[in-house]
């Protein structure tokens, strides 16, 4: 069945919700079979697939084009664009301008957008051209050059207030849920309780809705930056290699391919192309 919006406010003091990150088609199909709730296009493609160090390179039509191939894998799930860096901050035109084409072009049902306060004016403006926003605080990547690299937000009684009341301007202005990054367990828990909208965690602990995870990082096929609260469900890197080094052997043993594996002609055809 197709998970909608409402699965957001309808698990909220329920049941945990799940989310994932996706980048392609064929990944897409596998998570079309599962029971997650809904899909994010994130923009840590930018590392996990384009090998950048961090994810502000990434660009519109970037996203576009991965959030295209998620989408025909996955058409059940509600899937989300992750809005790159500067393609919303600088106005509201822009802002609503490039969401819009998340919806448009690439067939997403909402977009995430990193910031509080200071993107408020975007986000209601999104909002009012009925496209749906989730927010995102705390530890926020598009950030890390103001935070001085991925730190850990909100461990002071000024940083924890202004995510609290972050938290709270955004649910104001009408986003359905936030995500909360890289943020202490008990801060989450506190934000959490003051919202009527789900929280998704990821590095913030237990007391929240729901989480969201970097689909490489479980599946052990990104270890160039592990962060402490990643836990592999899979090592496919370790398979991948693996299976690449059979492959090797077997080519060069000549035992790939066998006769399962190969195409046959018809034995007059081949008499007669044996004698031109
Ligand atoms: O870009 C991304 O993948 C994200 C999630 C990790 C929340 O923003």
Not at 47 to 53: A, E, I, L, S
Not at 256 to 270: F, G, Q, R, S, T
Request: proline share 3%; charged share 25%; net charge neutral.
């Amino acid at each position: 069945m197709k998970t909608t919006i409402e699965i957001f406010s309808s698990k909220k003091n329920k049941s945990k919700i799940s989310m994932i990150t996706c980048y392609d088609y064929s990944t897409a199909v596998i998570l079309n079979k599962t029971e997650i709730d809904s899909i994010l296009v994130g923009d840590t493609l930018g590392m996990v697939f384009q090998g950048n160090d961090s994810t502000l390179p990434v660009t519109m039509d970037e996203m576009i084009y991965h959030t295209k191939a998620v989408r025909k894998g996955a058409p059940d799930k509600f899937l989300i664009l992750d809005m790159p860096f500067l393609t919303y901050h600088i106005n509201v035109e822009d802002a609503v301008r490039n969401a819009g084409r998340a919806l448009k072009e690439a067939h997403a049902e909402a977009v995430k957008v990193e910031g509080g306060e200071e993107m408020i004016d975007k986000i209601k403006a999104m909002i009012s051209a009925k496209i749906p926003v989730m927010g995102h605080i705390g530890l926020t990547p598009q950030s890390i050059n103001l935070f001085g690299g991925y730190k850990v937000q909100g461990k002071s009684v000024d940083d924890a207030k202004k995510l609290i009341n972050n938290a709270l301007v955004l649910e104001e202005a009408g986003v359905f849920a936030i995500v909360l990054e890289g943020i202490p367990e008990k801060l989450a828990e506190i934000i959490t309780k003051k919202l009527t909208i789900p929280t998704i965690g990821i590095g913030a602990g237990r007391y929240v809705d729901g989480q969201i995870i970097v689909i490489n990082d479980i599946l052990g096929i990104y270890e160039d930056f592990v962060p402490k609260f990643v836990k592999k469900y899979a090592n496919l890197g370790a398979d991948i290699k693996k299976g690449i080094e059979t492959y090797i052997k077997e080519v060069n043993d000549g035992i790939y391919p066998a006769e399962e594996h190969v195409y046959k002609i018809n034995k007059e055809i081949l008499d007669i192309i044996k004698k031109v």
